[in-house]
């Protein structure tokens, strides 16, 4: 039976989190850049370097405006760089005659976006390399003290009964599962399992009972297919579970303590990071976060509290990326206009053909965050109720194992029991909110997907 593909998300529908984050929230991101860019120019010495910075400013508030004026997009028109190709052929493509900022298809005009952004900062040598967005992001992480924390002094304690006696299948089974509600939600503020002084103590009711209390806000959950997939490599010589970046900062820290638990397990030998080669969505992860994130942990400033616990911390992860136990890659794939049903062996123009060889290679492809969720769907407007593995069109045919966790926190959702939309519908409006659909973009409920790549 085929499936009618639904349209894409645009931003003049007034039901849609589209319609908020064009005309209230790009606005603001353009104009903390300005800010940035203004207190950074009197950091440099050299007289071209801050008459680039000018530059820079001047186009900014120029975009600022624009988005303010609705006005038409234009083609970026830049043979010198390749990948922005890809972003005229779409806009070339596109049903209507003319686009505007609100009033084009969301997924496209984010990511369009940022590109422009960035290239702004590309075509001034002294500001090419320079993340307008890396201020706001460390000092995000530093505002997480509590969680940091919390971690790193259960990690270090799990570490040390971890190497006294190696807990059975049921507790590591459990244990997964907290580690990746503590990655999927990006807090720390109820570690259920990890707060227990013994692993025996797992599987005591209370900490049934914080498990319970934190799924019930997980509309869709998958994770027993992830874990029987991890389960069923565990003879295999080579273990690989693959991560494809959201967050730098705390959540990031979050993707790498869960990948150490992964690693001092056994249950696999590699992860790699799959990370964005440029400044993306305000607060994505580069190469150099992860790096960076390493440094900020060991600022006595920042963070002065249990230093042996940190220190342990960090010690464990440089060890892990020294040995090639953690891999860190990047690719200009994840920073294109597309969506993911272009990582296919089909899409040889962009390099979706190789992100679909290099993934090939994970036993388990973890994908983090909204924005990733929404290019696994396309970011249309399924049914709430459509299955997740027809919502990500080819990609459930792909010979790839995804596994999505997702905080929602934009429009596009998919594998809801039936009914379970229209019942938060109701219940978003009874809190005294206008538009029942945006309970969806509220960052209070999650999705845990799965796909085993193999059309099931």
Excluded at 359 to 379: A, C, E, M
Excluded at 408 to 431: F, Q, T
């Amino acid at each position: 039976m085929s499936i009618k593909v639904p349209k894409h998300y645009y931003n003049n529908d007034p039901t849609s989190f589209a319609f908020k984050t064009c005309q209230e929230r790009w606005p603001v991101i353009v104009q903390n850049a300005v800010d940035d860019v203004t207190s950074e120019l009197n950091k440099f010495n050299s007289k071209e370097a801050k008459e680039q910075g000018k530059i820079i400013v001047a186009q900014l508030k120029d975009l600022k405006q624009k988005l303010i004026n609705d006005a038409k997009i234009e083609p970026f028109n830049e043979p010198n760089v390749p990948s922005l190709n890809s972003y005229d052929e779409t806009l070339q493509k596109l049903p209507e005659s003319e686009i505007t900022w609100l009033t084009g298809p969301w997924l496209y005009l984010e990511c369009y976006l940022y590109r422009l952004i960035n290239l702004f900062f590309l075509k001034q040598s002294h500001w090419s390399d320079f993340d307008v967005f890396e201020n706001l992001k460390r000092e995000t992480f530093k505002s997480s003290t509590f969680g940091i924390y919390e971690l790193a002094i259960q990690y270090r304690e799990f570490k040390k009964q971890l190497d006294a006696r190696k807990p059975n299948l049921d507790s590591l089974e459990l244990l997964f599962r907290e580690f990746v509600d503590i990655c999927l939600w990006g807090n720390a503020t109820d570690l259920s399992l990890l707060a227990n002084a013994t692993l025996e103590d797992i599987k005591s009711v209370q900490g049934a009972e914080a498990r319970k209390k934190s799924e019930k806000n997980i509309l869709a959950n998958d994770l027993d297919q992830a874990w029987q997939q991890l389960l069923s490599i565990q003879k295999n010589d080579q273990k690989r579970v693959d991560f494809v970046l959201d967050n730098a900062g705390f959540e990031n820290y979050t993707d790498l303590i869960l990948s150490l638990f992964l690693l001092d397990t056994g249950m696999v030998n590699t992860v790699v990071f799959h990370c964005k080669t440029r400044p993306w969505m305000v607060s994505d992860t580069m190469i150099k976060d992860v790096h960076l994130l390493l440094s900020d942990l060991q600022n006595l400033e920042w963070f002065p509290e249990h230093r042996i616990d940190l220190d342990f911390l960090v010690s464990e992860i440089s060890t892990h990326l020294k040995n090639g136990k953690i891999i860190l890659k990047e690719s200009e794939f994840w920073t294109l206009d597309l969506d993911y049903w272009n990582i296919s062996p089909l899409e040889t123009k962009y390099g979706g053909n190789l992100i679909h060889k290099e993934l090939l290679h994970s036993d388990l492809v973890i994908i983090k965050g909204d924005l990733n969720y929404r290019k696994l769907t396309g970011d249309r407007q399924w049914d709430r109720s459509t299955p997740f593995t027809v919502a990500i069109d080819g990609l459930n045919k792909s010979g790839l194992k995804l596994f999505a966790l997702r905080t929602c926190k934009a429009d596009v959702c998919c594998g809801l029991p039936k009914g379970k939309n229209e019942e938060l519908c109701e219940y978003w409006r009874s809190l005294g909110n206008e538009v029942g659909e945006l309970w969806c973009s509220s960052g209070k409920w999650a999705v845990i997907s799965y796909s085993d790549g193999n059309g099931a």
